[in-house]
Nanobody, 124 residues
Framework: QVQLVESGGQLVQAGTSLRLSCAAS????????KGWFRQAPGKEREFVAS????????DYADSVKGRFTISRDNAKNMLFLQMNNLRPEDTAVYYC?????????????????WGQGTQVTVSS
């Protein structure tokens, strides 16, 4: 089992930056692929970014490409999402996730472990 706890979400203004963190415990999943997803009110959970087990490969949704950066520190069992130039449409609950496979993945169904989420609200 991998336990995931997100932090860093808050209310910010458009154009600013925010960094989300996800701490892993239990079977920390350092050999697992990991990702970030988000869910806005009334919408389905959607892919944001993913990273392979050693950080050598990343993948992003088109809507965040060039603005968000996913990274991981396996020594500290941490996953990060650096979000720059935030927009009101980035407002959502952000979830980190882990999957048994070491590679990246962009589908909710490909992840076995999920955190509880952290709220990000971007005001215009």
């Amino acid at each position: 089992q991998v336990q995931l706890v997100e932090s860093g979400g808050q209310l910010v203004q458009a154009g600013t930056s925010l960094r989300l963190s996800c701490a892993a415990s239990g079977r920390t999943g350092n050999s697992y692929g990991k990702g970030w997803f988000r869910q806005a009110p009334g919408k389905e959970r959607e892919f944001v970014a993913s990273i392979n087990w050693n950080g050598g490969k990343t993948d992003y949704a088109d809507s965040v490409k060039g603005r968000f950066t996913i990274s991981r520190d396996n020594a500290k069992n941490m996953l990060f999402l650096q979000m720059n130039n935030l927009r009101p449409e980035d407002t959502a609950v952000y979830y980190c996730a882990a999957r048994w496979e070491a590679s990246t993945a962009n589908s909710v169904d490909e992840y076995e472990y999920w955190g509880q989420g952290t709220q990000v609200t971007v005001s215009s």
